[in-house]
């Protein structure tokens, strides 16, 4: 299984780009987003990868993130959501904005992505709503995990790169996450409590985080 990527852009397309690693060129599909954060041809560019196995096609699905390709793998184990769709959700809303919106509830923000509609948006919520928290946490680039040890890494030599920058305040939302659970609120209601949050505040530390979650959690009269 390849699952890291590591090499020279040779093309740019409009949906992929192909990626010398060692004279061995890899098309790589990606989302909208992805594209855009990638470097211009000619330099180096770091993809993690999850490769999808059909009968007669082999496809590679490229993120500069481990929790965009772990929110594609999610979104496409729901029923009716093949990549095309996923890359489709992760294009409109970017991996934090399907975790706001899935946690939330927010299946209109679903149904916003490019060929997605009500009924898909609805089940991509409802079947994933509980998985959210754990996304929610997650954080880090190719350039952040490079010791990973669970994933195949195919490098090429290569010149220094930029360092992309994480996700604006994963570290506090997973705390925030955590201390809500240990206050016995239900995962689903705390990930969303926290992305509204979060959506409102960027860069709120844990404590801002929590107490806004809380308001959002306390009882209405």
């Known amino acids: 299984m390849i699952g890291k990527l ?9 949906d992929h780009v192909l990626i010398d690693v060692r004279g061995v ?20 560019a770091a993809v993690y990868t999850d490769l999808l196995v059909q009968e007669t096609n082999l496809q590679l699905f ?7 390709k772990e929110w594609h793998k999610l979104l496409t184990s729901v029923q009716g959501i093949g990549a095309k769709a996923s890359l489709a959700i992760l294009s409109a809303l970017g991996p934090d904005g399907v975790g706001r919106a899935i946690a939330l509830g927010d299946w209109n923000a679903v149904k916003a992505a490019k060929g997605v509609g009500p ?21 880090g680039t190719v350039a952040e995990a490079l010791g990973e040890q669970d994933a195949e890494v195919i490098e090429a030599p290569a010149p220094s790169r930029k360092k992309a920058a994480p996700a604006a305040n994963a570290s506090a939302q997973s705390e925030a996450l955590s201390a809500l659970s240990n206050l016995g609120y239900a995962p689903g209601d705390a990930a ?12 709120a530390e844990t404590t801002t985080l929590i107490r806004a979650a809380l308001k959002l959690l306390a009882p209405r009269e």
């Open 6 to 14: 590591t090499g020279r852009i040779e093309y740019r397309a409009v």
């Open 119 to 139: 009924k898909i948006a609805q089940r991509v919520v409802l079947d994933l709503k509980n998985k959210a928290p754990a996304m929610m946490a997650m954080g």
């Open 192 to 203: 969303g409590a926290v992305a509204q949050a979060a959506g409102e505040a960027p860069d």
């Open 25 to 44: 060129g890899y098309l790589v599909f990606c989302s909208e987003r992805t594209l855009a954060g990638l470097p211009p041809v000619g330099e180096v």
């Open 62 to 68: 490229g993120f500069t993130t481990l929790v965009e």
